[in-house]
């Protein structure tokens, strides 16, 4: 039978053990990089694009909504990462006039259907392509967001995984203002 | 030894956390031995350079990606995650001599969360390459390539 001692420090090196495991994995998951929007705002340039469940989507009939333009790929783990949280903003926001769309830059449409299915995706997501990576100042890692305001300008522009708490104020700040 | 059920549930579920943790780093760019990898400055040194050993440089990352901006001179293959692009990979370097100097690079995603050039460096070390570099892009292509100023080439 073990000893209660042994026990109680066998439990505290376990604790310690999971928790330096948990910010590992924290920190980890939280590498993000956000810099300046080069041309902040100014209008986001439009694009018509094909969306994965047919039809195009235009980047300027949203004009008077708040626009979270996800750049992002199904092969990249920290976009894997942020759906949830932004299906999860999109319910949250919509009648506030948040609308998410999401431009993926996979090589083809085929995961992307099925990664949409598979994360009950809630808004528009269309196939990118290199022109409009160019358009938005290269689109050359991923993910990148780009929150537009209602009048059509980015707001703010984010390079690798975002951080929720943060975006969400952002987003509650475009969405407080008419433009 | 009799041991505390409730120890002994806790120790099962940190063990099955720690062997999911090394599941999914086995996969990563961390895991390519420091002594694999190649600086940007380094890597243009080696390209400027009029002598010494050519360097065949291939992207083993996104073609939407490479499209828009890569390092002149460097061959497309595929993702290296896919069985596709591991394919193409191998076909591409089949009948090299295994001393030839290669340069794999991605830059899709942040060097911890890349999963395409430690596919892409298992596949050339097992099939004997001896002189196989990954180029370390601790944020992305952008940031770490084209932003710094460094050559750059586009389209296909």
């Not at chain 1, 290269?138 to 991923?142: K, S």
């Given at each position: 039978m073990i000893s209660p001692l042994a026990n109680k420090k066998l439990l505290i090196g376990i604790a310690v053990l999971s928790l330096l495991s948990a910010v590992f994995l924290l920190a980890r998951s939280r590498f993000r990089h956000t810099r300046a929007l080069s041309g902040q705002q100014s209008i986001a340039p439009d694009f018509v694009l094909p969306g994965i469940n047919g039809g195009a989507v235009q980047l300027s009939a949203y004009r008077g909504r708040v626009v979270l333009l996800d750049f992002w790929a199904t092969w990249c783990e920290p976009c894997r990462e942020e759906t949830p949280h932004f299906v999860e903003l999109q319910d949250k926001y919509r009648d506030q006039g948040l609308q998410i769309l999401g431009v993926s830059m996979?090589?083809?449409?085929e995961p992307v259907r099925e990664f949409y299915k598979q994360f009950k995706v809630n808004y528009p997501v269309v196939m990118g392509n290199a022109r409009i990576g160019e358009l938005y100042g290269?689109?050359?890692?991923?993910p990148i967001a780009f929150l537009i305001r209602?009048?059509?300008?980015?707001?703010v522009r984010h390079d690798g995984a975002t951080n929720i708490t943060t975006l969400e104020a952002e987003i509650k700040s475009a969405l407080a203002t008419k433009t | 030894m009799n041991c505390n059920p409730n120890v002994k549930t806790y120790s099962l579920f940190v063990l099955f956390f720690v062997v999911a943790a090394c599941l999914c780093f086995a996969?990563?760019?961390?895991?390519?031995?420091e002594s694999r990898r190649i600086d940007a400055d380094e890597l243009v040194k080696i390209l400027e350079s009029a002598r010494g050993e050519k360097a065949l440089v291939i992207d083993v990352g996104s073609h939407v990606l490479y499209s828009q901006a890569h390092i002149p001179g460097s061959e497309y293959v595929g993702p290296a995650s896919t069985e596709n692009g591991l394919q193409l990979l191998r076909k591409r370097v089949q009948?090299?001599?295994?001393?030839q100097f290669i340069v794999i690079y991605c830059g899709c995603c942040p060097w911890t969360h890349c999963p395409n050039v430690k596919p892409a460096d298992d596949a050339l070390q097992a099939l004997g390459f001896k002189n196989v570099k990954t180029l370390y892009i601790p944020t992305n292509f952008g940031t770490d390539w084209v932003d710094k100023g460094y050559p750059v080439a586009k389209g296909d």
């Open positions: 996979d090589d083809n449409a290269g689109v050359l890692g991923l209602r009048d059509g300008r980015v707001y | 996969q990563q760019a961390s895991q390519i031995p009948a090299l001599p295994r001393a």
